[in-house]
């Protein structure tokens, strides 16, 4: 038996005491945790906006740690240091071919497609920890966890480099880089970025790194702010800033050129649909908040690009849909094609070209998971980034 | 009442095999039935012909030869039919499948090779002694460029018994569109990858483990 952070309802999961992970099939391997982190997304789990999540699920889709079994045809070995990528990807598909590894067609089982195919025409791809529209697979919260398609997922780390510097190729670090990337930055391009939590940052740390001529970034929480002003963005607070006004300024009258939302289905906001879309959410009437989305769409100039790294769910009212058509938008969404990004991005991590530990507020024991939630929620301007550690003393 | 729960539970057998069979006969009736429009038969809101039909095609990164000689032996399918429990070759041409009903009971259906041309299709259809009247075709195609292979399964079920029967089956849940749907998706997965997807973390929590264990 191991000990696990399950999911039990709306604002409340637990560190309860669970079945070990078996190896299955034969390219499983079984990972003990050393390191690993809540999301902003788990956090769309805690507020109970997602469907499909049941009561006991192991959360966790962001860890890493020392390969402890592995099945007949996994080309790990015991005793590697690895991190696994939040996606499950079989390698071997259609879209796994083309490098677009979370629209993997294997890895959610076939039973479990149903409800994906119907919301979206084809279903989704599985993902660790999360809801069992993506799999119902047991999440890395934990003790240990069973690794499917580990010849695929896993990438092998080095001893010297410490698991806070590594750990973020799991999800956020290759998801702010995708979010950069989907926004075609040129070299004269103004990029504004919604949303400094850790996909923001990494997004906009990433966009500096493409070569962005300046990057703006939009929250409220000052310390937030702090992180990316300290990356060598230009910030702007909602709250003190009128940010359309600002941004047009900014960009001398053009508008930007392009935006990246990496805020997603709980926006925060004042304007009166987000009110609405708010009340409809709480009610289950499922409407995705889309403030800062909107705001994007209307601050984005003519022609410009539209990168979504944050997470929607389902429909959303009063749509800008006129000004992304008379525009001329781009607009890239998509869950992270982790497996294409984390051997270039390991790269970059051990020469010095990204800094991925600047933004780790907590680190906590395994035990007190339920409190990293529950803070990492409330309290959004001091804990930016909760790294739990199975191994580390209460 | 006893007589009618049996009944019942033959009807949910011949539904399972309807379905679990059900690997068969679309390619066919798009050629053969085809009308105003391209589209396949049972793809129609109203399909052509008396009995009801299941169809599905997926593709599968996989030379075509493979594929076909993979299901070409048919002791292979319960590896991801999921409610085939075997398939015994006859001497005489005929398979039986044995086929997994509700309350643990098993249905019989016999089947003989119908047509089957190498690397493009094979189709079978149920003999006289067979307990369910079935038939089902499986064509293989080339997909364009590396895509590899269009694995089209349409198969065909005599509709008195299909109709009572899926009302039994829905309460099984195992409606017969519904499993071959997942059984051809895992027949993609265990071909792409060696192997059928589970997020079950233990062995004991796996859809087959469950099923041994009532």
């Not at chain 1, 590594?166 to 979010?179: E, K, N, Q, R, Y």
């Not at chain 1, 070569?211 to 970034?217: E, L, W």
């Not at chain 1, 938008?329 to 890239?332: A, C, T, W």
């Given at each position: ?5 399950t999911?039990?309802g709306t604002n409340?999961v ?6 070990d992970?078996?190896?299955?099939n034969?390219?499983d ?6 390191s690993?982190?809540i ?7 805690y507020d ?8 006991g699920d192991?959360?966790g889709?962001?860890?890493m740690g020392e390969?402890?079994?592995?099945g ?6 015991k005793?590697?240091?690895v ?11 259609f879209?796994?071919k083309?490098q677009?590894y979370?629209?993997?067609d294997?890895?959610?089982p076939?039973?479990k497609q149903d409800?994906?195919?119907?919301l979206y ?6 993902l ?7 799999g ?5 919260q934990?003790e240990y966890?069973r ?7 896993p990438i092998v ?5 410490e698991?806070?510097q ?15 990337e ?6 004269d391009?103004t990029?504004?970025v919604?949303?400094c939590g850790?996909?923001?940052?990494f997004?906009i740390?990433?966009?500096?790194v493409m ?7 939009i ?6 702010l ?9 910030i702007i607070?909602?709250?003190e ?5 600002a ?11 392009a935006?990246i939302d990496?805020?997603?289905?709980e ?5 009166i649909?987000?009110?609405?879309d708010?009340v409809?959410q709480?009610?289950?009437m ?6 800062a989305?909107k ?6 100039r003519f022609?410009g690009?539209v990168?979504?790294p944050?997470?929607?769910?389902g429909?959303t009212?009063?749509?800008p849909l006129?000004a992304?058509?008379?525009?001329g938008?781009?607009?890239?969404g998509g869950?992270t094609?982790?497996?294409k990004?984390t051997?270039q991005?390991?790269?970059k991590i051990e020469?010095g070209?990204?800094d991925?530990?600047?933004l780790?507020?907590?680190r906590?024991?395994l035990?007190?998971a339920?409190e ?5 929620k409330?309290?959004?301007n001091?804990w930016t980034?909760?790294?739990l550690?199975?191994?580390?003393e209460? | 009442?006893?007589?009618?729960s049996?009944i ?5 057998g ?6 679990a ?5 679309f390619?066919s009736?798009r050629?053969?039935n085809?009308g105003y429009d391209?589209?396949?038969?049972h793809t129609?809101?109203q399909?052509?012909g008396d009995?009801?039909q299941?169809?599905?095609s997926?593709t599968?990164r ?9 299901w070409s032996?048919?002791?292979n ?5 999921e409610?085939?429990e075997?398939i015994e ?9 044995r086929?997994?009903?509700p309350?643990?009971?098993t249905?019989?259906?016999?089947t003989?090779?119908?047509?089957k041309?190498?690397?493009?299709v094979?189709?079978w259809?149920s003999?006289e002694?067979s307990?369910?009247?079935?038939s ?5 195609e080339?997909a ?8 089209s ?13 899926r009302?039994?089956a829905?309460?099984f849940?195992?409606e017969p569109?519904?499993?071959?749907r997942?059984?051809l998706?895992r027949?993609k997965?265990?071909m792409?990858t ?10 004991d929590?796996?859809?087959?483990a469950k099923?041994e264990?009532?």
């Open positions: 038996m191991m000990r696990a952070l999911w039990h409340d637990r560190v309860d005491t669970v079945s992970p078996e190896i299955i034969p390219r391997a079984i990972i003990k945790i050393t690993t982190a999301c902003g997304s788990d956090l769309h789990l109970g906006v997602i469907p499909g999540v049941a009561p192991v959360l889709h962001e860890f390969v402890v079994e592995t007949s045809a996994s080309d790990l070995k005793g590697q240091r991190v696994v990528p939040f996606t499950i990807s079989c390698g071997g598909c879209h796994c083309q677009q979370s629209a993997c294997n890895s959610n076939a039973e409800m994906s195919a119907t025409g084809q279903p989704m791809a599985a660790f920890g999360y809801s069992h529209l993506t119902g697979y047991s999440g890395g934990a966890a690794v499917p398609f580990s010849d695929v997922g780390v080095p001893d010297h480099l698991d806070d590594v750990l973020f190729l799991s999800d956020i670090l290759p998801t702010g880089w995708m979010a950069a989907n926004a075609d930055i040129q070299p391009d990029v504004a919604w949303g850790p996909v923001g940052l997004a740390q990433s966009a500096i070569g962005a001529s300046r990057v703006i970034a929250d409220h929480y000052p310390n937030r702090a992180l990316a002003k300290q990356l060598g963005a230009e607070d909602f709250r800033t009128d940010v359309r006004e941004l047009m300024e900014m960009s001398g009258g053009i508008g930007v050129d935006v990496a805020v997603g289905m926006s925060h906001g004042f304007a649909d987000n009110m609405f708010v409809k709480k009610v289950g499922g409407a995705d908040r889309a403030s989305l705001q994007a769409i209307l601050a984005v022609g690009k990168s979504i944050g997470v929607y769910g429909m009212d009063k749509w006129g992304m058509m008379e525009k938008l781009q607009v890239r869950q094609h982790v497996q990004y051997k991005l390991l790269e020469d070209t990204l991925t530990t600047f780790i507020s907590h906590l024991p035990e007190q339920a990293g939630y529950k803070n990492f409330e309290q959004q001091e980034k909760v790294i550690k199975p191994g580390m209460n | 009442m006893s007589q009618n049996k019942g539970a033959g009807l949910g011949v539904v399972l095999t309807a379905g069979i059900a690997f068969g006969a390619l009736n050629h053969q085809r391209d589209a396949a038969n129609k809101r399909p052509e009995n009801a299941v169809g599905r997926v599968i996989k030379p075509r030869a493979e594929l076909f000689a993979f032996d048919f002791s399918l319960p590896q991801f039919m409610n085939v075997a070759a006859g001497a005489d041409g005929v398979s039986t499948w086929i997994k009903a309350a643990g009971q249905v019989a259906v016999k003989e090779i119908a047509s041309k190498q690397d493009e094979i189709a259809r003999v002694d307990e369910i009247e079935t089902g075709e499986v064509r293989f080339d364009p460029g590396e895509r590899g292979t269009r694995v399964l349409v198969m065909a079920y005599d509709p008195p018994a299909g109709a009572l029967g009302a039994v829905k309460l849940l195992r569109q519904v499993q071959a997942h059984d998706k027949f997965m265990l792409e060696g192997e059928i997807a589970t997020s079950a973390r233990t062995r929590e796996t859809r087959a099923q264990n009532g």
